[in-house]
Structures are given as structure tokens and as C-alpha cells.
């Protein structure tokens, strides 16, 4: 089955500061993966998605996502930090000819004035 | 605009009655998803649906019903049988299209037992 695992619930960085998001996903075969940001009490909104046409993929509000097939991997990132990114983050995967989408537990990312 | 609609916001329940939160969206596309979310779980597929008619058990399906009789609607039904229904419910939608595989979400229901 495919699943994804997003490791540290709570992540804090300072404002400006990198931010690095860690997602891991299971699959035999490479699968669509997402990043999506959720609001408090709102529902969930894309930053970008993995669909196989580029292995870098640049998403909104400045963050971008690399896959690597070698290590499972999707993490988020953003070169600079800003206040607005206070939000919790959600990776998802969903299988190659399949719509069972699945997401991981979510990463809350509070930023350090 | 197209999206989805999810109402009511916010549900109170009984203890021992069904409720159904009502899930519309007119963005045309045949897949449709209904998650659960809880603090620290993330979001758990409840049922899905990839075409009218038709629809699949989720990781946690026990205690919820579903039903897709016209493309725009998948209700999602809580019974009495979900021993913890209070959370926050998500429905969503996506195409079956090679690349615009990502899912809409709604803004949610707030489910709580009284």
C-alpha cells in the first residue's frame, strides 16, 4: 500500500530562515505526490505536485519540492522564511492509475519573529 | 467560480443519531473523497469515489456511509455505529486526467457530540 511519512510534527525556524519540510513516501513505482498547506480551520490548499514531468518542481508563495526516486523523497522547501508560512503542511501521495489519495500526519510550522 | 461546498460548517450531534454532511461540487470531476481529521493524525481517508455508483472503503470506514447518485454529490452519513465522531470532516474532488491529478478540498464541517 502507499503511504507517505512526514517526520517532525512541529518544525520552527526563524523568520528568513531556510525551511526544510521532510516527506518520504513507500511505492514500488513512483507515484503522484503533493504538498498541500492548510489554514486553521479551512481546508486544504495546493503548493505543488510531482506528476513526473520534472523532478524539481516549483510550487506557490516561493516553496519548490524535489523528488528523489534514490532516497523516496519529497521534502519542501523555501529559501526564506516569512511570517505568512505559519500554517500546518500536508504531503500526499496517490498511485499511477489509482485515486486513493493519502495523506501523511502534517508538519505545524511556526516562525520565530 | 467552481469549488466545492461542504455544509453546515459546524454540526452538533446527539449521542446515538445519524447525521449528514452534504458534500457539492461543480468543478466536473468523477472522483470525489471524504477525510477525517483529527489533531496529530493528519487527514484519513473515510470513502472514496471514482465514478457515479460506485465507491471504495477507506482506512477508516467503520461507523460512515456513503452514497454517489449524481456526479456533483457524495453526502457523507455518520451513524450511530462511530463510537468518536467528533472532528473535523473534509470532503474533496479531483480529475482522472494524467496531469491534473490534484484533489480540491471544501472547507470543511465541524462535527461535535453533545
Known amino acids: 500500500a502507499q503511504s507517505v511519512t512526514q517526520l517532525g510534527s512541529h518544525v520552527s525556524v526563524s523568520e528568513g530562515a531556510l525551511v526544510l519540510l521532510r516527506c518520504n513516501y513507500s511505492?514500488?513505482?513512483?507515484?503522484?505526490l503533493f504538498w498541500y498547506v492548510q489554514y486553521p480551520n479551512q481546508g486544504l490548499q495546493l503548493l505543488l505536485k510531482?506528476?513526473?514531468?520534472?523532478?524539481l518542481v516549483k510550487g506557490i508563495n516561493g516553496f519548490e519540492a524535489e523528488f528523489k526516486k534514490s532516497e523516496t523523497s519529497f521534502h519542501l522547501t523555501k529559501p526564506s522564511a516569512h511570517m505568512s508560512d505559519a500554517a500546518e503542511y500536508f504531503c500526499?501521495?496517490?498511485?499511477?492509475?489509482?485515486?486513493?489519495?493519502?495523506f501523511g500526519t502534517g508538519t505545524r510550522l511556526t516562525i520565530i519573529p | 467560480d467552481g469549488g466545492i461546498t461542504q455544509s453546515p460548517k459546524y454540526l452538533f450531534r446527539k449521542e446515538g443519531q445519524n447525521v449528514t454532511l452534504s458534500c457539492e461540487q461543480n468543478?466536473?470531476?468523477?472522483?470525489m473523497y471524504w477525510y477525517r481529521q483529527d489533531p496529530g493524525q493528519g487527514l484519513r481517508l473515510i470513502y472514496y469515489?471514482?465514478?457515479?455508483?460506485?465507491?471504495q472503503k477507506g482506512d477508516i470506514a467503520e461507523g460512515y456511509s456513503v452514497s454517489r447518485e449524481k456526479k456533483e454529490s457524495f453526502p457523507l452519513t455518520v451513524t450511530s455505529a462511530q463510537k468518536n465522531p467528533t472532528a473535523f470532516y473534509l470532503c474533496?474532488?479531483?480529475?482522472?486526467?494524467?496531469?491534473?491529478?490534484?484533489?480540491?478540498f471544501g472547507q470543511g464541517t465541524r462535527l461535535t457530540v453533545v
Open positions: 468543478l466536473n470531476h468523477d472522483a
Open positions: 510531482y506528476t513526473s514531468a520534472a523532478t
Open positions: 469515489s471514482q465514478i457515479v455508483n460506485d465507491f
Open positions: 474533496a474532488s479531483s480529475s482522472q486526467g494524467r496531469l491534473n491529478t490534484e484533489a480540491f
Open positions: 511505492s514500488s513505482v513512483p507515484p503522484y
Open positions: 500526499a501521495v496517490r498511485p499511477f492509475g489509482n485515486e486513493k489519495l493519502t
